[in-house]
């Protein structure tokens, strides 16, 4: 019935080794997701750097059209109003390019949290096969033992196995 015992443990520790590989693949794969999601909040700001750049120069155009059309001349109070609004616009791409290393730095520390969950899992499942190995190694162990010591048990069956044929 030993051996029984003993093959359930081995098959116990082939899959508890085999689910630490798959538990620590799926964290790598986690982890990979999070670096992609990093690269693609630069490329997000990229594209919202265009996009607020354009818009700015609209405002601008727009602005110097209604100064203009109000008959005053490019000079004090309206100067005064563009660069106030080119001041706004640098703080407001400072305020994109703020966010954007938040985010990566979030999507950053989350890969490498995967990383260590991947490692985690696979430890646990290499200690689980360990603990598996160790009771399979645990019920033949009398065996092993009556046969290193050279009992007659072992010699006894033997021969009446012999004896048979």
Known sequence: MSWITAVASVAAAQQASAAGKYNAAIQQ????????????LEEKKELDLARF??????LQSETKVSILKSGVELSGTALKILRSNAQEAEFEKDMIEYNLKIGQSRAYEQANFARM???LARQEGRAAAIGYYGQAAAALAPYGESLLSGSDEATTDLSSIQGST
């Open 29 to 40: 794969r986690n982890a990979q997701v999070a670096e992609q999601e990093a690269k693609r």
């Open 53 to 58: 750049d354009r818009d700015f120069q609209q």
């Open 117 to 119: 969950k991947s490692d």
